[in-house]
């Protein structure tokens, strides 16, 4: 509690409160002046790293307003020519792009100090005319061919970041183009809508409570066909409207003197509104917000082909948190659960999943978060070159800081070390996830748009069109609240015309409260009320919207009504006879390969029989195959899309029929000594670089000792794993 405050507390005080008052007056002036300043430009972004461009996708033969640019490294930041390609791909998601590389702590900056050559995808404030969303797809497959081309001494396929938006958008472009990327960072990127918790994510409900998706085709029209990505800045900012209207400006105003430069930082992406064509956005709408047909297999490309996700051959990396409001856990990850009933149907398919979750950070904090950037962004691009060798199958990334108690510590890039476990779908289901019962309230929401949309299209839809023209629509734009209370605060409204000179006359006489004073203590409780009430407000409406939904769209006569009746949504892909029988004619051909190969195939194979059980892949064991793999002529050593190949058969072998696949081991080593000898050497230095083996390994590796007839010259000697 504080105490009752003396007359000098009181005077102190109220000069601080004045002078912070008018410093926070000139950041909004400053905020505003920047917002006119970024109208001007021809497209503005925050990308602090230099950079040329590539590729300009105005110039493509379906034109699209997006365009790759290279990064152009820092003196102190060489790249490599060997080293994979990384290409991040910004959102398109209401701002305006560089987010990815708005700080040194960044994506981008991560990727450089690594030594990728980085290439970043952006966009101008504007579609192009007649743009679609495939449009856009097909041109970023266009940008990784030219970050693929221009590196052609690299081992692996361009890795492909995708943030938000762009996420999906690059899971669509993969699925169409399977053989184009290597892994794929997916950063906060929803693919499956429909899906979440009781309780929480209460932007899903949206659709349903707005009677569907004829709003959006109503806001295109006032738009002459045009979008205004500020509606979307303004449904992130209503989720949380204790942010929004009270901490962000009361955080400003409270540390003028040390928070202006990151606010305007921040609010120079937060504050540049892009625009989409209606037709992008109808699309968005219709087929994932409202129609979930993404990770359903009902979306079709143009010329018909269906856009399936289990197309994708690249390992697909999926980065969330627990703390996202956006793009909650369930909605990052659920596609795998409308896809798969089984991991065993994962490995079938050959796709490879890995996922990690943080357990705080919101939505825009996993791709802007200097914290993250340095730790979990850092980690995936280091370990990049273990995860597109991966054998398919579901793995969690476990990031952990290296200790005392950490074997083999100099075989670990950096502070943490990198482990991927093998899960189940059952780890998936333990996220929690929509009932039977609402996956149908879901579906009766698809069908309510449907039918809502049309009924606008026949009736007030055409009258619309033809009243607004583009004049109109521009205005409208101009005059909307995220925009206004940006403009309104600019040099040229005169009611602000004395703040900077004010401003740089408190500068110079500032005189800053002290941090005991009791009226300050009374400020900072005030806000924390101020917060609490909007929290509370917030909860209050969540709450109603659930209960609204639940109730409303639960009516069995409604869902009767729109065709539902007993029958149960499709909420998960249809069966694929054509890929059934292609993945039972590639099981065949490869179980007569159990007995092909040489020594090479014979360690990989022995050292996926003898980890197994373990269920853990380590970085330090992987580190040890490159030191192996390095010090062998070039002519003997194996390229890393050959190593990749062997690794997903040999493990595919050992998954099918473990002990046909372990007995063949000695014919594939064959009868030299000194090959099964170095065999054997091989595998010790590979697994004891992760430690001590469990006991269920040990046995394992003495079997593989038994069969091969030779004992290792050197078992779990340090000098072993430095060799």
Same mark, same amino acid.
């Given at each position: 509690?504080?105490?009752w405050p003396t007359i000098r507390d009181v005077q102190e005080y109220w000069l601080d409160a004045s002078q912070r008052s008018v410093l926070f007056l000139d950041v909004l002036r400053q905020r505003a002046d920047n917002f006119e300043e970024r109208l001007k430009e021809a497209v503005p972004n925050v990308l602090e790293f230099d950079h040329e461009l590539i590729r300009d996708g105005r110039k493509l033969p379906r034109p699209v307003n997006y365009g790759m640019v290279r990064i152009v ?25 560089? @987010? ?27 579609? /192009? ?43 669509? /472009? ?9 892994? @794929? ?63 962000k400006p009361y955080n400003v105003y409270a540390n003028v003197d040390t928070e202006a430069e990151r606010f305007l930082d921040f609010e120079r992406y937060w504050g540049s509104p892009v625009l989409l064509n209606g037709v992008e956005m109808q699309w968005i709408t219709d087929n994932l917000f409202v129609g979930n047909k993404l990770s359903t297999g009902r979306i079709l490309a143009a010329d018909g082909t269906r856009i399936d996700l289990r197309n994708i051959t690249s390992p697909i ?28 149907? @994962? *490995?079938?398919?050959?796709?490879? *999943? ?117 004049? /109109?629509?521009?205005? /409208? ?139 853990? *892949? ?61 065999? *054997?050497? @091989?595998?010790h230095r590979v697994l004891s670089a992760s430690g001590e083996l469990s006991a269920e390994s040990k046995k394992r590796l003495a079997r593989v000792e038994a069969l091969l007839g030779v004992e290792a010259k050197r078992r779990n000697e340090p000098e072993a794993v430095n060799a």
């Open positions: 509690m504080f105490g490294p820092p003196a102190d930041m060489p790249t490599d020519p060997a080293k994979t390609p990384i290409v991040i791909v910004d959102p398109r998601a209401g701002h305006g792009p560089g @987010i990815g590389g708005m700080k040194h702590d960044s994506e981008v900056g991560v990727a450089l100090a690594a030594g990728h050559p980085t290439y970043f995808v952006g966009f101008t404030p504007r579609p /192009m005319p007649g743009q679609t969303i495939e449009d856009v797809c097909r041109a970023e497959a266009v940008f990784i061919e030219d970050a693929a081309a221009r590196h052609p001494e690299a081992e692996g396929k361009p890795i492909v970041i995708g943030n938000c938006q762009a996420g999906w958008q690059t899971m669509i /472009m993969a699925a169409l183009k399977p053989d184009l990327c290597g892994p @794929i960072l997916l950063a906060g990127s929803p693919l499956s809508y429909w899906a979440g918790v009781r309780g929480k994510n209460p932007m899903r409900y949206s659709g349903g409570l707005l009677g569907g998706t004829w709003l959006t085709a109503l806001s295109n029209d006032l738009g002459a066909g045009v979008f205004d990505g500020a509606n979307l800045i303004a449904n992130f900012e209503n989720l949380n409207p204790a942010n929004t209207l009270w901490n990396v999926v980065f969330c948190s627990r703390g996202d409001n956006i793009t909650p856990p369930q909605q990052a990850l659920g596609w795998v659960l409308d896809m798969y009933d089984t991991v065993d149907e @994962i *490995i079938a398919a050959g796709q490879t *999943i890995v996922y990690t979750m943080h357990q705080s950070i919101g939505h825009l904090g996993i791709f802007v978060s200097g914290k993250v950037a340095t730790k979990e962004h850092k980690e995936f691009v280091s370990c990049m070159d273990m995860i597109d060798v991966l054998p398919p199958g579901l793995y969690e990334a476990v990031i952990t800081e290296v200790d005392e108690k950490t074997a083999n510590v100099d075989l670990v890039a950096g502070k943490y070390l990198f482990q991927l476990q093998t899960r189940t779908l059952d780890d998936l289901r333990a996220l929690g996830g929509n009932s039977e019962a609402d996956e149908k309230r879901f579906e009766m929401v698809a069908r309510v748009s449907e039918i809502t949309h049309g009924m606008y299209e026949a009736t007030v839809g055409p009258m619309a069109r033809a009243a607004v023209t583009p004049q /109109m629509a521009e205005a /409208m734009r101009a005059a909307h609240p995220n925009r206004v209370r940006f403009g309104i605060f600019a040099d040229k409204n005169p009611f602000m015309a004395p703040v900077k000179g004010l401003a740089e006359e408190v500068r110079a006489n500032r005189q800053p409260v002290d941090k005991d004073n009791p009226m300050l203590a009374i400020e900072h409780t005030m806000s924390s009320w101020i917060t609490a009430w909007w929290q509370s407000f917030a909860s209050a409406r969540d709450a109603m919207m659930e209960t609204a939904f639940i109730a409303g769209y639960g009516w069995p006569v409604l869902q009767a009504a729109v065709g539902l009746g007993t029958q149960q949504p499709p909420h998960r892909i249809e069966r694929d006879l054509a890929r059934e029988t292609a993945e039972a004619h590639a099981q065949a051909m490869l179980e007569q390969h159990v007995n092909v190969g040489g020594p090479d195939e014979a360690v990989i194979r022995a050292l996926i029989y003898i980890r197994l059980p373990d269920g853990v *892949i380590d970085e330090r064991g992987f580190a040890v195959i490159k030191q192996i793999r390095a010090s062998r002529p070039p002519e003997r050593r194996v390229s890393l899309a050959r190593g990749r190949e062997m690794l997903r058969e040999q493990y595919l072998l050992v998954y099918l029929d473990e002990e046909r696949a372990v007995a063949a081991l000695p014919a594939m080593v064959g009868d030299d000594p000194a090959e099964r000898q170095a065999a *054997i050497d @091989i595998l």
